[in-house]
């Protein structure tokens, strides 16, 4: 059976290295044949087995365009000549178990993680989200109709996207977790505890930061006033999963 997963990358934050890795990840952890593809803005450097695809079109007004609501040309219809069921993941993520069961739970439907921060508050988290091609390609429809409409009414694309599919399912809260919000130990016992990961997780994000790398080594980039507590001690696992 045919998997598909897809990720973005555009701009400079995060090299191919990271679209490398989350390939490789995918790839140990996913049965089946794999179709994977990476819209992006500069396909350099992708390994082999990666299918780079030019950034999906889509119109979005000056304050936005690298932000985010980029991710909403995902729902636009016939997009890569793609069919069925379709995996999105950010490429700020550690795959650390088997994804056979992203593409099981309730085959059909969209599936995604609930925002960390905001747990029963009806909102997914667009890092992890699965589809079925051709669904709901209103999202996209209704933003290119009146993207300042959009705007005016919601702050960030995965607050309109979970307004508009109100039948989503989340993921187990053990499956997809937040590294920050998840796993950090709360101050000050981020100073002494290593965060640890659960048995049942399969991806982490690292939305924000700490990235991947910083976490892996303890090296939270922040301002002197709130090192205290953005801070994270070097967390080894990371590099078990995170890697060439």
């Known amino acids: 059976m045919l998997r598909n997963v897809v990720c973005m990358k555009w701009g400079t934050r995060y090299p191919a290295l990271f679209v490398n890795r989350l390939y490789k990840a995918v790839r140990r952890n996913l049965s089946g044949d794999l179709r994977f593809i990476c819209f992006t803005d500069d396909p350099s450097e992708l390994m082999f087995g990666i299918e780079p695809r030019p950034l999906p079109h889509i119109n979005i007004p000056a ?3 690298w932000l985010p609501w980029r991710k909403l040309s995902l729902w636009q219809p016939g997009l890569a000549e793609l069919e069925g069921d379709v995996l999105f993941l950010d490429i700020d993520l550690v795959i ?3 994804l056979d069961p992203l593409f099981e739970y309730f085959a059909g439907a969209v ?3 609930e925002n960390w921060t905001q747990l029963g508050q009806g909102i997914g988290n667009t890092s992890i989200y699965r ?8 999202i996209y429809e209704r933003y290119q109709a009146d993207s300042a409409a959009i705007h005016a009414r919601y702050r960030v694309e995965q607050h309109y ?3 508009v599919i109100t039948d989503m399912e989340y993921w187990p809260s053990d499956w997809c977790v937040s590294f920050k919000h998840s796993l950090l130990p709360k101050f000050p016992m981020n100073w002494i505890q290593t965060p640890s990961l659960p048995s049942e997780t399969k991806i982490v994000a690292f939305t924000g930061r700490p ?3 910083q976490a892996r080594d303890g090296d939270w980039p922040a301002p002197w006033y709130k090192k205290p507590y953005k801070h994270t001690k070097p967390t080894p696992w990371i590099a078990d999963h995170w890697r060439d």
């Not at 589809?131 to 209103?138: A, C, L, P, S």
Request: a negative charge; proline letters at 4%.
């Open 211 to 213: 990235d991947q790398d």
């Open 161 to 163: 996207i979970s307004d």
């Open 96 to 98: 650390t178990g088997n």
């Open 131 to 138: 589809w079925r091609m051709g669904d709901y390609t209103e």
């Open 63 to 65: 304050p936005y365009q």
């Open 111 to 113: 599936c995604i993680a």
